[in-house]
């Protein structure tokens, strides 16, 4: 079949790809990927893109749907750029999610024997978001839009309610909407990189019920400052802090780093396992606190840590994995390389008298060489890197160490699958794995996996990076 563009076609959706789009073959095996569509669809669709191998098509017509297709629960589905899977059930959710895992770790890793533990399911795939960064703008109109960017775009998609989000969001939205429009607020411009009110920054202590509002502006406040932080205390009882973020560089960083409290305190409290946590607007905090509790004690339960085992946490951000671990060890050292985040992970030890625990700002792979120079021998490490994964050379740095066990949490099953081929070469094998869907409802999977030295490796195998 040779495709052309605006050719219709009739396909049925076998798989699912990372980003959210069905995938359907044609007779002669072109992949041709279609946004909003659900395994089991057979559909008519209209060809977008034809490339070498491939093609990008959107349905015209559903000539039978899939037995897993729902009717999407909001009215800003398919157009904002956040969830992709509010389309399906959410068993054919997690299905798709744990096959990824699957996929990648055996594709991409060459992953064998290992135990694929079924995912973590959400308890809950409406509400559980404890942050909102929304940025704020003027439509063609010059009406004043405050949401979520389209796909692949800077667009924005004005939403008064995000169904991902607590409702106490949508009051701030409100309260927020109705002071630019009493005030006229001066709203930035990307474009031109002039105006004042660039971003809408919320985080909520799901336990403790406190409220951070934080405005991002391009300068030193807003005009009427006081008007704003009178209708946020009259409606959120709840209100603990409301701060005013400069950023006043041209750039799709949210945050800049200054922050000044115009109402109340520049942090709130939420509680994780057991323990408390300072928040700031700086602060690294799950975004979805419930699911975490279940994927730090799932990575708690691979460590299997002993009163007398030394524990070593890199990427450890402001402390919370290790800290939860760390009554069950001899010692914690955090490694972290955004300075705020290490003064937070202190901060928090000292918040809950955690007195075996030390954190180093450097870079994992850097503070993992010195540390072994040092003559450190953690018996566990835990690995929470960035999307982009650990990478060789700290994979070559823990191999060094050679310690008992290693846990590895990963936000993208495709750095996990490359890394876990690393660590293989090197004698160290995944175990057992377990995907978590932290991010119900989008695209996202975690993962927590357990990795052990073989012991008989270097008798029986061949080692690539040796030869």
């Keep these: 079949m040779n495709l052309a563009k605006n050719d219709i076609i009739t396909l049925t959706i076998n798989s699912a790809a990372a980003e959210g789009s069905g995938i359907g073959r044609t007779d002669d095996g072109i992949a041709v990927f279609v946004p909003l569509s659900a395994v089991g669809d057979e559909l008519e669709v209209r060809i977008l893109k034809v490339k070498k191998t491939y093609a990008f098509g959107k349905i015209e017509r559903i000539i039978k749907p899939s037995p897993s297709r729902i009717k999407p629960d ?22 798709i999610k744990q096959q990824r895992v699957i996929d990648a770790l055996e594709r991409i890793g060459g992953v064998e024997n290992v135990t694929y533990k079924p995912i973590i399911a959400s308890d809950s795939t409406l509400r559980y978001r404890n942050k909102a960064q929304l940025p704020i703008g003027r439509d063609k109109n010059g009406n004043a839009v405050i949401g979520f960017y389209a796909f692949h775009s800077h667009r924005i998609i004005d939403c008064d309610d995000c169904v991902l989000q607590p409702e106490a969001f949508t009051k701030v939205l409100k309260i927020t909407r109705d002071f630019i429009s009493r005030t006229n607020a001066d709203i930035y411009d990307e474009s031109t990189g002039k105006g004042r009110l660039r971003h809408l920054y919320i985080r909520l202590g799901e336990v403790t019920n406190e409220l951070m509002v934080c405005y991002v502006v391009n300068g030193n406040g807003l005009k009427q400052e006081d008007l704003l932080v009178k209708m946020l205390k009259s409606e959120l009882l709840n209100l603990k802090s409301v701060i005013i973020n400069s950023n006043r ?6 945050l800049g780093s200054k922050n000044r409290v115009a109402y109340g305190s520049d942090y709130i409290t939420d509680e994780l396992c057991g323990l408390k946590f300072k928040i ?19 990575a ?20 919370t994995i ?19 985040a290490v003064k937070d992970a202190e901060e928090n030890a000292r918040f809950n008298n955690i007195k075996n625990a030390r954190f180093i700002c450097a870079d994992a792979a850097k503070a993992a060489a010195k540390l072994k120079s040092e003559g450190l021998k953690p018996d566990v490490i835990i690995l929470d890197p960035p999307r982009k994964g650990c990478g060789e050379e700290l994979v070559g740095t823990i191999f060094e160490m050679s310690p008992k066990r ?5 936000c993208d099953p495709a750095t996990l699958a490359r890394d876990l081929k690393y660590f293989s070469q090197r004698g160290y094998f995944a175990r057992e794995i377990t995907p978590c869907d932290m991010f119900s409802r989008t695209s996202h999977v975690e993962s927590v996996c357990l990795i052990e030295k073989c012991r008989y490796f270097f008798c029986c195998v061949k080692v690539p990076y040796l030869t």
């Excluded at 157009?79 to 959710?93: D, F, L, M, N, P």
């Excluded at 700031?280 to 799932?298: D, T």
């Excluded at 939860?324 to 050292?333: F, G, R």
């Design 74 to 95: 909001c009215p800003y589905f398919s157009r904002c750029g956040g969830c992709v899977w509010r389309h399906i059930s959410y068993e054919a959710e997690c299905s």
């Design 249 to 254: 560089e041209k750039t799709n960083v949210i």
């Design 280 to 298: 700031s607007p700086f602060s690294f905090w799950q975004v979805n606190r419930r699911q975490a509790e279940k994927l730090y004690g799932r």
């Design 300 to 319: 708690k339960e691979y460590a299997d840590l002993h009163s007398d085992e030394i524990l070593l946490d890199l990427y450890c951000g402001t402390g």
């Design 322 to 340: 290790g800290l939860t671990m760390a009554e069950d060890c001899k010692a914690l050292i955090g490694v972290e390389i955004v300075e705020d």
């Design 406 to 410: 290693i846990v590895y949490v990963s």
